[in-house]
């Protein structure tokens, strides 16, 4: 599955979070490593949500269009600069039991 991910860089390293699945961030010194934290993010939310018999969310350009507009407006607010980044992440469902 391929999720689109919302990077913040903050003053070392960046957050980042993935708006279709509630509750999952990262951070990291290096973008590298923030991605690779939201991955393991979203993959443990996933598979609690597969073993409590639910779907893994879908993805939605209004979802995505929220986070950054959250983020954009938290950062104007702390005076920090209007500059974030969204990539997208490819993510393994864990294997059916």
Not at 16 to 45: F, K, M, N, R
């Amino acid at each position: 599955m391929r999720y689109t991910v919302v990077l913040q860089p903050e003053e070392t390293g960046y957050s980042v979070t993935c708006p279709a699945v509630s509750g999952a961030v990262s951070q990291g010194e290096t973008l590298d490593e923030a991605l690779l934290g939201i991955v393991e993010a979203v993959e443990g939310l996933l598979e609690s949500l597969l073993e409590d018999g639910e779907t893994p969310p879908a993805e939605t350009l209004a979802m995505i269009a929220e986070e950054i507009t959250i983020v954009l407006a938290e950062r104007a607010e702390d005076g920090l600069p209007l500059t974030i980044e969204t990539k997208e992440i490819e993510v393994r469902l864990p294997a059916p039991v």
